[in-house]
């Protein structure tokens, strides 16, 4: 499994590389060998994760290692179906390495398999990790769309159709993943209600699930007002996109809680 | 209504109030989480020597208790009830409303016979439905996705209600059950109710895999259910919820009258004597897990928080009339003083029990509330109203959220940027 693992870090290393050569030189046929090397690798990481359920006999979500593999899973998956349904070709510059950050912090926890602890056997396990990695991916995706609102207004008319197609991109991201979050908000409350025996207890990392719902919600009412200029809506979601970082990671490793599960 | 009291109104349910009570509740939950709350009051004045006094003052040490907390989420209740109340009257009638007005709209994006062709076929392909007005035609779908808005800030605001309703109304009590004894709580209607550990195992050694008791709760009037709990999945009957909290590990020993042969069995959780006159007898001191041996051969118990207990040792201190002498013992050793045998056993386990008494109509409805909310998020990002007006003039994009079909439109049309959008 371990060498499966670097196999995919490998590929998506190779892929990033290439991206960023054919986005550097302009080169449209390496972007095409980026793209197709993205893709081996994320067959590769599918099959990775999947292996690795068939062996732990359970969804592979319940510790660090597990979720950032499936959180650059997630991102990968987004970006894929994102250039199938938006031709946002673009968006790979931003998001490959991303996808390939989150993985590295991956390969930085420990990779060994454990049983499931009590409080995690449950059936809401997969519907509230799962929106996590939905979620977290979109807001990822978003910020990585914002960089590139932020690149294009330098040098094009903040009115044009492609900048426009990219602020309606990371609100439709910003959207999916709100509604995401959402499920991973109200599973969680009906979970800790059979496992802890209250809906909310503010511990660390639902206190911080909700920091960045809020942090979301705002983003999705200033863009509802006419007058905020959509750069500094780009710049909005970039800046959050630390505080997904923070509750996804940072949380288990500064605040303890409930939810410090490794 | 006098215009003071409008624009305190018309202020109350703005956006821009909620997002200030937004941003305001996030802050101050930064500060809750990064401050451990609700500790004794010495451990801020360790742990923050120079910034306890600003904890003090601010209650940062218990904010999600303190009242300007709570008063941000009753106005923040107050701002989602008129935004409610705004939308939802905005809503009535909304399909004919939605559609005479797009109908109504005065600015077409001019387009020619061909493009308008190309248009109504790529708007019957998406599975719109058309409506006549005159010369006009609108075609439309996903109209119940402009109720999207509104189920979310309703759905929100009944969230938070009764959210606080079941954080606050359930009675909690925490008690610890030998296996084969029942604890008893005095019932919100009147009477005792039981609760009766007939089992207690655990599913691996140490009880990191799962652990679950039996147990029957038995009501005031005698009805009573027998089940099994584990973590995430208590028991519900009647008002009581009984959750499989934690468990702990008690000592045991057998101890046999030498006169009569009788013989009953204790547990040993606290500091206890054991005696038949109270002037000989066993103290029980402590249990431990695990023990090392030293360089000199000497046994040290060690409390090696291994919930297994892998080699459990019994501290105790025997009194034989003035002679007292502490000692190690281990499962299976015997200890006679006077007329009594003390036999020290393997260790018990017993379970860790929450008993939580809750009206049950609050679970159902926050649960509903929940979905009310999925729903409402659903259709405010899945299924955004689509409105297209078109004329012998050309075509324009109506409803509350029009910017995706506009830039599809353009997208299909492949018109040029700075197009005029009605």
Known sequence: MNLLFFVVFGAYFLAVIAQFSATAFKKEKLARIAWWLFLAAFALHSLFLVLRGVIARRLPLSNQFEFACAFAWGIALLLIVLRDKTKADWLSAAAMPAALLVLTYAALQPREITELMPALRSAWFGIHIGSAVFSYSAFVLAGCAGLRYIRGGKTADPDDRKQRQTDYLIYRLVGFGFLFLTVVILSGAIWAEQAWSAFWTWDPKETWALITWIIYAVYLHLRLRRKMDPAVLAWYVIIAVPVVLFTFAGVNTLLPGLHSYG | ?422
């Open chain 2, 1 to 422: 209504m006098g215009l003071r009291m409008k624009k305190i109104l018309s202020y109350l349910r703005s956006m821009r109030f909620g997002i200030l009570l937004l941003v305001l509740i996030a802050l101050l939950s930064v500060a809750g989480s990064v401050i451990p709350q609700e500790r004794e009051l010495a451990w801020y004045v360790e742990n923050y020597p120079g910034a306890h006094p600003t904890i003090f003052f601010l209650q940062l040490y218990r904010v999600f208790q303190s009242w300007y907390f709570l008063l941000l989420l009753g106005l923040l209740c107050v701002n989602l009830t008129l935004c409610s109340l705004l939308r939802g009257r905005s809503l009535l009638g909304s399909r004919e409303r939605l559609l005479s007005a797009c109908a109504g709209m005065k600015n077409s994006v001019p387009l020619s016979g061909e493009g308008l062709i190309r248009l109504e076929q790529h708007l019957k392909s998406k599975g719109c439905r058309s409506a006549e007005f005159g010369r006009t035609r609108v075609y439309y779908k996903h109209l119940p996705g402009a109720w999207g808005s509104f189920v979310t800030h309703l759905s929100i605001l009944l969230t938070v209600i009764v959210g606080a309703m079941a954080l606050t109304l359930p009675q909690v009590t925490d008690m610890d059950c030998l296996p084969g004894e029942s604890v008893t709580l005095k019932d919100p209607n009147g009477g005792t109710a039981r609760f009766t550990v007939s089992d207690f195992r655990t599913n691996d050694a140490g009880g990191r895999l799962d652990f679950a008791s039996r147990l029957t709760v038995t009501l005031p009037d005698g009805r009573s259910r027998l089940g099994e709990i584990s973590v995430n999945h208590p028991l519900s009957f009647g008002p009581y919820k009984v959750y499989q909290q934690s468990y702990g590990t008690a000592g045991s020993v057998t101890v046999t009258n030498l006169q009569n042969q009788g013989s009953d069995s204790f547990a040993l959780t606290d500091l206890s004597f054991l005696s038949m006159d109270n002037q000989s007898g066993v103290w029980f001191v402590a249990l431990y897990p695990d023990y090392l041996i030293n360089a000199n051969g000497e046994i040290l118990p060690v409390n090696t928080g291994d919930p297994a207990y892998p080699h459990p040792v019994y501290h105790v201190q025997t009194v034989n009339g003035e002679e007292r002498e502490d000692r190690l013992l281990f499962p299976g050793d015997t200890v006679e003083i006077g007329a009594l045998r003390f036999r020290f056993d393997e260790p018990l386990r017993y379970p860790g029990l929450r008993i939580k008494v809750t009206p049950s109509w609050i679970e159902p409805l926050l649960i509903a509330c929940f979905a009310l909310m999925i729903a409402g998020l659903y259709l405010l990002f899945f299924l955004p109203p689509v409105l297209v007006r078109l004329d012998d003039e050309g075509y324009a994009v109506g409803g509350p959220k029009p910017e995706g079909m506009r830039l599809e439109l353009m997208d299909l049309l492949n018109m040029d940027k700075g197009e005029a959008h009605s």
